[in-house]
């Protein structure tokens, strides 16, 4: 009987490979290269899956097929469509800013992979027989670190409708930096909950805080909030208003082609991975397992908890394209006002609710025959002030007159422009060389009577 | 107590890959393009540009704060000024005024003024800061545990607490006045010129 080679080789093959980097090289340090490049391999392959997805469930919910021709289950047509992309032709319009104009995609793709970075996806495992948290550093001020990548990202959007020297990315790039920085406030506003219980800002020490139950039951408010200012923060539909398609052509990459424009559409994707995986890690447990399968003893060990990590990951990009084949996007100024009028000074109230509670049950005030009438004591007052606000604008509405509407000019500022709310366009007689008789002469768009105008 | 055995620690673990002298290299080499940027800032003739470089200058500075183990307040740096206060100055910019290309009216007449007035600030606050670390060693691997949001947290709110109110008293009034100016357009007859913003 033959000796068979491989199984001693291969016992011996790690020992080989890596072995010959033991003399130089630390090994923390080839577990922080593996990490690294695992954690790019991950998103990189998420965008891809995440597009497909999008645009199949999509296709689902419209009635539609969806992309199902490449791959099995039309799989690989997000990575045909890279190649196409890049394969375009690199378009820089002549009035742009060209080093902005460059740097612009780089600025908006590279915080987002940087954010990913602090996200723990597991607790310790065993790669290559040494120990090591599926987690690539452990920041103790981890969830900082997130929002301070995340508001370098905005730059991407605002230099590139900038420098395109054109006027709907510039409309875009406004919107879009109003847009987040308005909706980073209450982002920041609805972590500063979870960190007063977890007591630390380290991303790991949150989800080990969260072990008897998810700050989602605790927090629900500061959750609801995070989940509507992280739709805010990514640009995505409902609140997609710095690239409305039907408004603004595209928005702030109207003007970007080939790979520029590939890698505005990467950062979105991943940018929509890097919320969805915050907002487990924060509020979701993390990647402790959900209730049932928590009973299994082993389900929160081993390379187990990356896989709940996972499927959380992936209903939370459900949500977002659900949100998307559902909702409407909002007219900027009710966006605008709903973010500032409504998220920040809620969670700030509830901020300060959260504090109070934290402060009784440190100072061992509160017990839970306590909590439980005042919890509902707030809560009611809460709903109380809402609802009081609401009539109050309500009757305001009411008790204001109808604004007076000046009549409608069609060239008012030396433009053509469209009536305003509650003026009316006189209407155009079908066909004016027969009307003209007949009717008082429609108002020429060239400020020039019919009469002038055919005697020219 | 805490300190020397932080620094026994950090210098003798494998995993301090920067050494003392490696630290204070990497602060030097930031710092000079802290003060690179800040001079382009202020010389460069494209407005965009300028807020540009006034974020390599800002972010700059989080990456000194970093090497001196302040974690916290590095990443409030560049949370506040990279992501908050130049986004608002670029968001100023491209609304009213950021053509492409250079802007010629950027130099002021008083330059010369400007120059003393900006080197006397210059010399107060080295001065200051000199002579008040003058006999001051700061060991920056044995910084690290003074640099944690707790640490910050326990100095800013036992120790500090009055300049602390006080700043944000300053920022609520700052705040109200900005209302008070904004609103007295909207409110007034918007036929009479207005004197706000001639100052």
Known sequence: MPQFPDAVSNQNMTNWFLGSFDTHIPWWFILVVIKAVAAFAILVVLTLFNIWYERRVVSFMQMRIGPNRVGPQGLLQSLADGVKLALKEDIVPTNADKPVFWIAPLLSAIPAFLAIAVIPWGPAVSIFGHWTTLQLVDLPVGVLYVLAISSIGIYGIVLAGWSSGSTYPLLGALRSSAQMISYEVAMGLSFAGVFLYAGTMSPSGIVNAQQHGWYFYMLPLSAIIYIIAMVGETNRAPFDLPEAEGELVGGFHTEYSSLKFALFFLAEYINLVTVSALAVTMFFGGWRAPVPISLWSGANSGWYPMLWFMIKLLIFVFVFIWLRGTLPRLRYDQFMAFGWKVLIPVSVLWLLVVALFRQLRNAGDLDRAHAVPIGIGIAAVFLLLVVALEVRERNQIRRTPPPTVPDYEPLAGGFPVPPMPGQSAPAVPRRPQFARTAAAPAPALNGTTAEEASTR | ?199
């Open chain 2, 1 to 199: 107590m805490n300190v020397t055995t932080a620094s026994v620690q950090f210098t003798g673990s494998a995993q301090s890959y920067l050494s003392p002298t490696g630290v204070e290299v990497a602060f030097i080499l930031i710092g000079l393009v802290v003060l690179g940027s800040a001079l382009l800032v202020v010389t460069v003739r494209n407005l965009v540009h300028a807020a540009l470089w006034l974020v390599v200058c800002l972010g700059g500075i989080a990456g000194e704060y970093l090497l001196l183990g302040a974690e916290l307040v590095a990443w409030v740096q560049i949370l506040i000024y990279v992501g908050a206060i130049v986004v608002l100055l670029l968001f100023g910019l491209v609304l009213t005024r950021a053509p492409i290309g250079h802007t010629d009216e950027l130099d002021v007449k008083h330059r010369a003024p400007a120059v003393v007035v900006a080197a006397g600030a210059a010399g107060v606050l080295v001065t200051v800061v000199v002579d008040a670390y003058r006999k001051v060693w700061l060991e920056p691997r044995a910084a690290v545990p003074l640099g944690t949001g707790a640490a910050n947290g326990a100095a800013l709110f036992k120790y500090w607490v009055l300049p602390f109110e006080t700043l944000s008293v300053l920022l609520l009034a700052a705040l109200v006045g900005a209302i008070v100016i904004s609103r007295r357009g909207a409110d007034g007859d918007s036929d009479e010129p207005e004197s706000v913003g001639t100052d």
